[in-house]
Each structure stands twice: as structure tokens, then as C-alpha cells.
């Protein structure tokens, strides 16, 4: 077990460490961002002066150095523009995220197994038909218009809802309606798939030969062994919304790390940046290590050597 | 991990198992109404001049941001374009960008895939740790960087969604080879001397296509919602372009008074989407009954 894991850090230490590489030097192929953060009508010896400030006059190979030698210390250097420490602007913006992301998360457990379950067990009928007409409509619209829609029928039309922003419980319903559905929607698929291939199993027609009434099949026999792909996909929906969720953030004003990241960006904030590639990396990183672990729990047949 | 890639592959059961080939579709009612969709779609976007009342860049200012009406089914935009014309001229972004996308990153990945999985070594731990690593950052980051760093455009957008698409299918074609390499018929053809060129291209590849044909079919999916999403986000197709996610952004800046700006190609994505959807399940209900549960 010791091994296994030594080996699984040594991979997520590796697959982090070369995201930050390739994001560092492909934020700096079209060179240093100084000009965006000076006055207009500044002077070009001001423009030499602020970049030798910044380091950028240095090689790129000794940027890239410097910085890594920082990172590992979890120095990720000052924010261009706002001139603190760029690793605590970022996490000051995960509280935001991961709240959204756990209503999120929950929703999404609550709506997509139970619809998964129903829709497998009753395969064929019109339960099913809805489910999978439910799921196929919320795997195919896509985030961001779902959200623009959701703001103008309950924020704009019938005003019962905040339109954007941060706040009570009203502010969470339309940004986690968002994210639910398209990752509900991929959820219910994968349990109604996988409860349908957990009831052909041998075991299935032993218990209802031994005369358990099928609900109790399904909550002692299928549900635990149909657990495995279900947990999977939810593991990588959750690394997913916990890094940030860009898009729905940005719809609804949210300050959360997605939309941070995404300012960053445009702003060319490059220590901001790369702070955000390393949290979300090994947030996402981080869960799957936790959902391999699960497997253990689930299926006992499974075993890290 | 690398066992999850089948389950992250979309999926709904058939519930009428359709027969081989073309004839099946009729039995399928969702697989005929996806293909009926994306048929439209492509017609939109072949005949797009034809099909289009007004030209969709034009803009005439003495009728910006009207309510749909006769002369208008969908509506006219803040610069008084026909919106119903830009929809009709948007499948064309949308469906170039799936298409070729697909093909390219579907290419590069299947490539690395035979290559890392039928030679193994070392090519093939590299092969992989580097899908771990683009498969550990998110795609739509990706992407992003990529266009802001480049510059926005048809290419670069089509370059990121390359860099962004190919593991999957590393993953599902090297799954496939690693199962395929010890059958007999591989072995048989390497006892006879076969070179590797020749086993992959005529032993291993055929039995690889169906999984690649069915994987790309819902990645073009992805892939339109992915190039809606990027250009939404303003890094992609850039004005006056008509183009659905860029259409939606516009629209953005007008939701609290012009909500067919947003709602019209918005729909035709999500439409669009569900075709291509409903024409890969049924695709693979089809081909590959295995794929299924």
C-alpha cells in the first residue's frame, strides 16, 4: 500500500509539474505583459525600468528557474496588478468555489442516481423513455446559454431570483441549477448503464431466486456493485467543479477561482495564472487519488500492492 | 483511470436493438430524429446563401432590435442583422469546426494510441503521462490560454481543441490494442513475417475502427459546444462572424430586453448538440452492442 501510494504522489507531483511548464511557456511566447500595466504615454526608459522590476529582462530559462525554485516553497510571486501575494488572492477565492461546487455535487447526487435507478429498473417504459429524454436534452445544451436562459425566465421575467452575484441561498439556485444539469445529466446515464449491467449479473438472479423482493435486490445486490463507474465519473465531475467552474462563474458574477483565472488570463496576469493551473491540478488530482482509495471500500477485490 | 475512459463515453441504452447497417435506423426513432437534425444542420450550412432571407453582416440601422415578426422570424439584432439569417449562416462555424477538429485530433490521437499501446516502452509511458497531464488540467483552461496566447481565430481555436481532444482516444485505442495483440490472428500474422506496419494497418485497425467511429461521433458534439463556449467567453470567433456562441455573447449585453438575441442560436447549438447525440448513440447501439452497458 506504502508503494502504491509513493507511487501515485510521484505521478501527481510530475503530471503538476509539467502543467506549470507548459503554461509558463506558453503564457510568455508572446512576451512580457509591462505595457498593459503602464500609464499610456509612459517613457520607454520607464518601460525598460519596470521590466528589469519585474525580472522579464532576465533569459526565460532563469524566469523559468527563479520560478519553479519559488514554487516549491509555494512562493508563486506577487500579482502584476494587484502587487500581493498571488497564491492567497487565489485560494481567498476557493470558499466561493467549493460552495458552489458542493450544492452543486449534492444536486447532482440527489437528482441523477435516483433517476438513473428508476430508469433502469422499469427499462423500456415510459419512466425510462423520460430519463433518457431528460438526459440526452441536458448533456446537449450547453452551460452557458442554459445559464443566460435561467437568468432571463427567473431573474429577468418573473423576478424571483438574483440575476448574478454573491449572497444568501437565492444566489446559489440559478448558478448550481447551471452546473446540475449537464453533470446530472452525464451521471443518470452512467447509473442507469451500469444498474442495467449490475441486474444481468448471476448474483441478481440468485438473490431473486432465494425470493428477496426487488427492491431489496437493488439496494443490497445492485446498487453497491453498480457503484464503481458511478463514483468514477462523480470523482471527475467534482475535481472538475472544485478547480473552478470558468464559465457559470463568469455568467453569474460568481468570485470564485474559475472566473479569477479567467481575468487573470485576459489581464495577463501570469503569477496569478500560474497559480491557478497548480490549484486546480491538484485539486482535480487530488480527488481521483480519493476515488481510487474508494474502490477499496467498494469492491474489496480491489487491492493496491 | 485509464479503465474509466468507456465510461465517460455518453451513453443511453437502445431500448430497440436496430440491425446491422442503415436499415437499423428506421427501427430507432431517437437515431432517426438525430440524424434528421444534424441532416438540417448540414443542408443550413451548405445552403446557407440560398436559405438566408437577409445577408447576415449587413447591418441596417432602422431596424436594430426588433421583437420576431413576419419579416423577421427570430428577430433582429443590435445592429439590426436579421438574426433568423445569422443562425442559418452559424452552422456553418459550428459544424466546420466539429467536423474538422475530429478528424484532425481523432487522427493524432488513434496514431499515438496504435503506436503506444502495439510498441509499448518507453513511447508509451511518455505517450500516456502526457494524457494524464492534459487529461489533469481543465480543457476549457486549455483552451483559453491557448487562444489568448495566440490570438483568437478559426485556427487557433480549431489548434486548441486538437491539443484538448486527442487523449481520449489514445485512451480507447491503445485499451483496444493492448486487448488485441496477444488474439492468434495478430500473432499469426506476425509469425508470417508481417511487419508492424502492415499488422496494425490490416489486423489491428479494422477491429479498432467501430470504438474510434462512435468516440468521435459524440465528441463532435463536445467539440461545437466547446467552440460555442470558447468564443462566448470572447477568445474565439470574433466579430462580425456569424457564430452561435459569439451570438450568445452578444446577446448577453441585451437579455434584459432582447431575449431572442440569445435564445434563437442558443437553441440551434443545444438542437444541433442533441442531433449529433442522439446519432451517436444510435451509432453505437448499431455497431458496437458491447459498448453499451
Known amino acids: ?305 | 483511470m485509464a479503465e474509466s475512459a468507456r465510461w465517460l463515453v455518453p451513453r443511453t441504452g437502445a431500448l430497440r436493438r436496430g440491425g446491422r447497417g442503415l436499415p437499423g435506423l428506421w427501427r430507432s426513432r431517437t437515431g432517426t430524429l438525430g440524424v434528421a437534425i444534424v441532416a438540417v444542420a448540414v443542408l443550413c450550412a451548405a445552403l446557407a446563401p440560398v436559405l438566408a432571407p437577409y445577408n447576415p453582416t449587413a447591418a441596417q440601422f432602422s431596424t436594430t432590435l426588433r421583437p420576431p415578426s413576419a419579416a423577421h422570424p427570430f428577430g433582429t439584432d443590435q445592429l439590426g442583422r436579421d438574426v433568423l439569417s445569422r443562425v442559418i449562416f452559424g452552422a456553418r462555424i459550428s459544424l466546420l469546426v466539429g467536423g474538422v477538429t475530429v478528424l484532425i485530433s481523432g487522427f493524432v490521437g488513434c496514431a499515438l494510441g496504435m503506436l503506444s499501446g502495439y510498441l509499448g516502452g518507453w513511447l508509451d509511458a511518455a505517450v500516456m503521462r502526457l494524457a494524464d497531464v492534459q487529461l489533469s488540467f481543465p480543457f476549457i483552461l486549455l483552451a483559453l490560454t491557448i487562444n489568448a496566447v495566440i490570438g483568437a481565430g478559426l485556427q487557433t481555436i480549431m489548434l486548441s481543441l486538437v491539443v484538448a481532444g486527442w487523449p481520449l482516444y489514445v485512451r480507447v485505442v491503445r485499451g483496444e490494442i493492448l486487448a488485441l495483440r496477444h488474439r492468434e490472428y495478430v500473432q499469426a500474422a506476425i509469425a508470417t513475417g508481417a511487419r508492424n506496419g502492415r499488422v496494425m494497418w490490416q489486423h489491428v485497425l479494422p477491429n479498432v475502427a467501430t470504438p474510434i467511429i462512435v468516440v468521435s461521433t459524440l465528441q463532435v458534439s463536445q467539440f461545437i459546444i466547446a467552440e460555442a463556449t470558447i468564443s462566448f467567453l470572447g477568445f474565439g470567433i470574433q466579430p462580425p462572424t456569424a457564430a452561435w456562441g459569439g451570438m450568445v455573447s452578444d446577446g448577453r449585453n441585451y437579455i434584459f430586453f432582447a431575449w431572442w438575441l440569445t435564445a434563437f442560436p442558443g437553441a440551434a447549438l443545444a438542437l444541433t448538440a442533441l442531433g449529433v447525440n442522439l446519432t451517436g448513440d444510435w451509432l453505437r447501439d448499431t455497431l458496437d452492442p458491447r459498448l453499451r452497458t
Not at chain 1, 507548459?22 to 499610456?40: K, S
Open chain 1, 1 to 305: 500500500m506504502s508503494r502504491y501510494l509513493l507511487g501515485r504522489a510521484g505521478q501527481a507531483v510530475l503530471a503538476i509539474f509539467l502543467a506549470l511548464t507548459v503554461v509558463f511557456f506558453l503564457v510568455r511566447i508572446t512576451g512580457d505583459p509591462v505595457i498593459l500595466f503602464l500609464p499610456q504615454d509612459v517613457q520607454p526608459k520607464d518601460i525598460v525600468y519596470f521590466r528589469h522590476l519585474l525580472g522579464f529582462d532576465r533569459p526565460v530559462w532563469q524566469q523559468y528557474l527563479s520560478f519553479l525554485g519559488g514554487a516549491v516553497h509555494g512562493d508563486f510571486g506577487r500579482s502584476l496588478r494587484y502587487r500581493t501575494p498571488a497564491l492567497s488572492l487565489v485560494v481567498s477565492r476557493l470558499p466561493a468555489t467549493f460552495q458552489l461546487a458542493a450544492t452543486s455535487l449534492a444536486m447532482v447526487a440527489c437528482a441523477a442516481v435516483p433517476v438513473g435507478i428508476a430508469s433502469a429498473a422499469r427499462r423500456g417504459t415510459f419512466v425510462d423513455n423520460i430519463g433518457i429524454a431528460a438526459t440526452a436534452a441536458g448533456q446537449a445544451v450547453p452551460g452557458f446559454w442554459l445559464g443566460l436562459m435561467l437568468i432571463w425566465v427567473f431573474g429577468v421575467w418573473l423576478r424571483w431570483l438574483p440575476v448574478a452575484g454573491y449572497g444568501g441561498w437565492t444566489h446559489f439556485v440559478l448558478p448550481s441549477l447551471t452546473l446540475t444539469a449537464f453533470y446530472a445529466a452525464q451521471i443518470a446515464r452512467i447509473t442507469r448503464s451500469s444498474v442495467l449491467d449490475a441486474l444481468g449479473q448471476d448474483y441478481v438472479r440468485t438473490a431473486r431466486a432465494k425470493g428477496i423482493h426487488e427492491r431489496g435486490v437493488l439496494a443490497r445486490h445492485v446498487l453497491k456493485n453498480a457503484a464503481i463507474p458511478i463514483v468514477t465519473v462523480f470523482g471527475l465531475n467534482a475535481g472538475q467543479l472544485l478547480g473552478g467552474a470558468v464559465v457559470t462563474e463568469t455568467i453569474f458574477a460568481w468570485p470564485g477561482i474559475g472566473q479569477y483565472i479567467l481575468n487573470a488570463l485576459r489581464g495577463r496576469d501570469f503569477p496569478v495564472v500560474m497559480v491557478g493551473v497548480f490549484l486546480t491540478s491538484a485539486i482535480y488530482i487530488l480527488v481521483n487519488f480519493l476515488v481510487d482509495l474508494s474502490y477499496v471500500w467498494l469492491n474489496p477485490q480491489v487491492r493496491y500492492g
